[in-house]
């Protein structure tokens, strides 16, 4: 069974930064690319970033320049560093793999 455990959400003021993780248990990781998608409120879900197994990024318009997707293979462990953080940035994180998602982890930006 695959499980996905993120951490690191909370609040944090405009223009600060925060540092997500989520560890993969369950499943070979370092042959798959991971990713974090996130969902405001009254939206639908949307695309974050993407790290290749080899450990290429991709990253969505709206956060590029500001967030670094990495992985540590040796800790089954994916991560999203998110600096200057904006009110629009406020959402519940997943991550995923393959076809499973982690549980959340909320991040809001306000003053």
């Known amino acids: 069974q695959v499980q996905l455990v993120e951490n690191g959400g909370g609040l944090v003021q405009p223009g600060g930064s925060l540092r997500l993780s989520c560890t993969a248990s369950?499943?070979?990781?370092?042959?798959?690319?991971m990713g974090w998608y996130r969902q405001a409120p009254g939206k639908q879900r949307e695309y974050v970033a993407t790290?290749?197994?080899?450990?290429?990024?991709n990253y969505a318009d709206s956060v590029k320049g500001r967030f670094t997707i990495s992985r540590d293979n040796a800790k089954n462990t994916v991560y999203l560093q998110m600096n200057s953080l904006k009110p629009e940035d406020t959402a519940v994180y997943y991550c995923?793999?393959?076809?499973?998602w982690g549980q959340g982890t909320q991040v809001t930006v306000s003053s």
């Open positions: 995923t793999l393959r076809t499973f």
């Open positions: 369950g499943t070979i990781f370092n042959i798959y690319a």
């Open positions: 790290i290749t197994s080899g450990g290429t990024p």
